[in-house]
């Protein structure tokens, strides 16, 4: 028999492929496993974990959010925008609390804005955003 690094081949002839897998069959599984590991996901992979996550992958996310909104409130506390989006956040964390004064912040810093700005098209959205949180709140 011919032993290549890939492929092992019959004596009769190079058309008759056989595996080797007596030999190197636990480097494999161990070279899959480490190569599955590090590869990066499908993008069916990752439609599916988009759609479909887990209740700690969830809960992962909006800490990560939160975190991010908290920075950036801090960084530009007059912006509206950060105000609705940690409300719809804690909307959906279930914090109605929370979420109601976060509405009736990014309502009052809109307001200012719209009154200053030329183009009121994104503060006209933050306010229907915020006045639809509040619905739901209600």
């Known amino acids: 028999m011919l032993v290549t690094d890939e492929r092992q081949y019959t004596d009769e002839g190079e058309n008759d492929y056989m595996p080797n897998h007596a030999e190197d069959s636990a480097l494999d599984a161990d070279a899959f496993e480490s190569k599955s590991k590090h590869e990066p996901p499908t993008i069916g992979q990752r439609i ?67 009154q200053t700005d030329r183009w009121g098209i994104a503060a006209q959205a933050i306010r229907d955003r915020a006045l639809q949180g509040l619905q739901q709140i209600r």
């Open 48 to 114: 599916w974990r988009f759609f479909f996550k887990s209740a700690l992958a969830r809960e992962e996310d909006q800490q990560t959010r939160m975190l991010e909104l908290e920075k950036a409130i801090e960084t530009y506390p007059d912006a509206a925008v950060n105000y609705l989006l940690r409300g719809e956040l804690f909307l959906d964390m279930r914090d109605t609390t929370a979420a109601q004064l976060d509405f009736e912040d990014a309502l009052v810093l809109v307001e200012e804005q719209y």
